[in-house]
């Protein structure tokens, strides 16, 4: 498995943009597909974006569409999570998952990383 650090997570106002890193450990990183997905407080773990172990494909929830650009740079072993245009219901605690294929349930990712909570005021 790999083991997942995100970081970028922080408050930031209705409108504003964040970057959310994912740095993996191990040298078989683009081997794995990779997922960002959130929970915001009461709710279940949801799927925000993905992307294939080489870049070349990606998928974006629908009500990030056109929003949040996914991407990944293999050389450095980490994925990121371009937010632009945040909204209060952007609020959750992101996380980063690795897995063997690009799929939009989490129960396809063996590994995790701890989260970075993101905070949308209005």
């Known amino acids: 498995q790999v083991q997942l650090v995100e970081s970028g997570g922080g408050l930031v106002q209705a409108g504003a943009s964040l970057r959310l890193s994912c740095a993996a450990s191990g040298r078989t990183f683009s081997s794995y597909a990779m997922g960002w997905f959130r929970q915001a407080p009461g709710k279940e773990r949801v799927f925000v974006a993905g992307i294939s172990g080489r870049g070349r494909s990606t998928d974006y929830a629908d009500s990030v569409k056109g929003r949040f650009s996914i991407s990944r740079d293999n050389a450095k072993n980490t994925v990121y999570l371009q937010m632009n245009s945040l909204t209060p219901e952007d609020t959750a605690v992101y996380y980063c998952?690795?897995?063997?294929?690009?799929?939009?349930?989490?129960?396809?990712?063996?590994?995790w990383g701890q989260g970075t909570q993101v905070t949308v005021s209005s």
């Open positions: 998952a690795a897995g063997p294929r690009t799929s939009r349930s989490p129960a396809d990712f063996g590994s």
